[in-house]
């Protein structure tokens, strides 16, 4: 039998809010029924105050995106804070949304529980020429509703009690509370970015992995690492160098590699997105997550895949079977007519892979110069949307921004800037443990994967700053 908690066993603030409002509960009800059994009141008090929370969600319950994404609703505010376009798909993605919602009356129902049979069959023969591999539709693919879905699923797939998961930090921020939620351990390393000369912008390929501290990072009890490129936060494109390290030290070490490339098709200056499967050895212990959100401008459909050897995603499949089971079969058969037309044109100038990397490197330009513009320094991006930029300078000249003591500098400036400049970034904070946060607080992330007219929004308020920087 489940064991009761009382009130001198329970010193969270979360338990005693609850316990305040369940206190409140009993005394109206005893206002309304008279003189309520003293029994019946003591029982409902103890009933009352058990540990609502699983143990699992322990310390990852406060997430500090809440506070942020609700500073971007604020009037006058120009967001480049989370990572979406504002601007509209392609339009053959879009028509083939409205082809999946008016046609075929059977996509309003359940599809295969492993993902529309299009979609996987599209997915296999589109990566498979990419990885190299003959990709099974119904045994190497799994759909999920987002890469959000293919990491949780991954997660709770092969991490174990006690298990160690390699995390690179900067990292896309639910790496360490999936990690923590399926019982892991997660283990830190950083990208730490080499000195430029002076008055050179610093670039996101400078930041570098040490590759003696990365091997101390792996034991007996590292189960995985994920890896993520194009990076979010930084916009790092891993080179292959820097991938064969990583593989070697997988196979080394016996660890399954789970790598998220939702921005794959997000690279500028000429860089080469690599994915680590097509490294010699890799494919049979690399789970590659995807997300249409990412690939077609559609972050609301919320379509994602894991590719992966059979081995690795039978367990997934236990998951999904047991969580998920179907993924909305509309945006699924959306997604397949995207790929099967992406497929027709793949390499050519008119494919979307081609021109949205285009469009958007402009964009990143853009937004470079003009932060460059009152002070800021840009660490230039190889990929995804997202840039950081250095706010030293602004950390030395005003180091008593509003807030919490305690609280890291990049967070006050975020809610500063949002405040006094009107404009919404997010705090690189955010993406680090917490022993690490001190290191990464003199940087925010901007996203640029914007609207022509959300930039010129953007450089008003950047003309208004640079204006009051003036002597
Ligand atoms: C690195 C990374 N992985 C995964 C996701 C989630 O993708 P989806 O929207 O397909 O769930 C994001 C979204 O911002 C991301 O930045």
């Known amino acids: 039998m489940m064991k009761l908690e009382t009130a001198a066993e329970t010193p969270s603030c979360l338990k005693i809010t609850d316990m305040i409002r ?77 082809h999946a919602i008016s046609g075929d009356f059977m996509l309003n129902q359940y599809t295969k529980a492993f ?72 283990v830190f390393v950083s990208l730490k970015p080499s000195p430029n000369q002076d008055g050179e912008l610093d670039s996101s390929s400078n930041w570098q992995l040490d590759p003696t501290e990365l091997a101390s ?108 089971f179907h993924c909305p079969t509309q945006g699924q058969a959306a997604v397949a007519q995207s790929f099967e037309r992406e497929q027709l044109h793949f390499g050519q100038p008119s494919s979307y892979f081609v021109q949205l990397p285009q469009a958007v490197q402009r964009c990143r330009d853009h937004m470079m110069q003009s932060l460059k513009s009152v002070g800021l320094k840009p660490v230039v991006p190889q990929g995804s949307y997202f840039l950081i930029t250095d706010i030293s300078e602004f950390k030395s000249k005003m180091p008593n921004l509003p807030g919490a003591a305690d609280e890291p500098y990049d967070r006050r400036f975020v809610k500063w800037m949002v405040k006094s400049k009107g404009l919404m970034a997010i705090p690189v904070s955010i993406f680090c443990s917490v022993p690490h946060q001190k290191l990464f607080d003199h940087y925010i992330r901007f996203c640029f994967m914007k609207d022509e007219s959300t930039l010129q929004a953007m450089d008003k308020k950047l003309q208004k700053w640079k204006d009051e920087l003036r002597p």
């Open 217 to 324: 990072k792996f034991t007996s009890r590292t189960k995985a690492l994920i890896l993520n490129t194009p990076n979010n936060p930084l916009g790092k494109v891993f080179s292959r160098a820097e991938l064969e390290l990583v593989a070697s030290l997988c196979q080394q070490h016996d660890v399954v590699c789970i790598t998220d490339e939702v921005y794959q098709w997000l690279v500028y200056d000429g860089c080469q997105h690599i994915s680590i499967a097509t490294l010699p050895g890799m494919w049979e212990r690399t789970l590659t997550i995807g997300s249409a959100g990412k690939t077609f401008s559609a972050t609301g459909w919320k379509v994602g895949w894991v590719l992966g050897p059979d081995s690795l995603l039978r367990h997934l499949r236990t998951v999904h079977q047991n969580s998920i």
């Open 22 to 98: 369940d206190y409140a509960v009993i005394q109206a009800l005893d206002s309304q029924l008279g003189s309520f059994c003293a029994f019946l009141r003591l029982s409902l008090w103890l009933v009352m105050t058990k540990q609502l929370q699983a143990r699992r969600l322990d310390g990852i319950d406060h997430n500090p995106w809440v506070e942020f994404v609700k500073l971007a609703s604020e009037a006058d505010v120009v967001n480049l804070g989370q990572g979406f376009p504002d601007f509209p798909p392609p339009d053959f993605a879009v028509e083939a949304f409205q």
């Open 115 to 186: 993902g529309y049979p299009p979609l996987t069959k599209i997915l296999a023969s589109f990566f498979g020429k990419l990885l190299g591999q003959d990709i099974d539709p119904l045994k190497n693919v799994l759909v999920t509703v987002g890469a959000y879905g293919a990491l949780f699923t991954a997660f709770q797939a092969l991490v174990d009690e006690g298990d160690e998961v390699i995390i690179i930090e900067p990292f896309f921020d639910c790496y360490e509370p999936m990690t923590l939620m399926a019982g892991g351990r997660p």
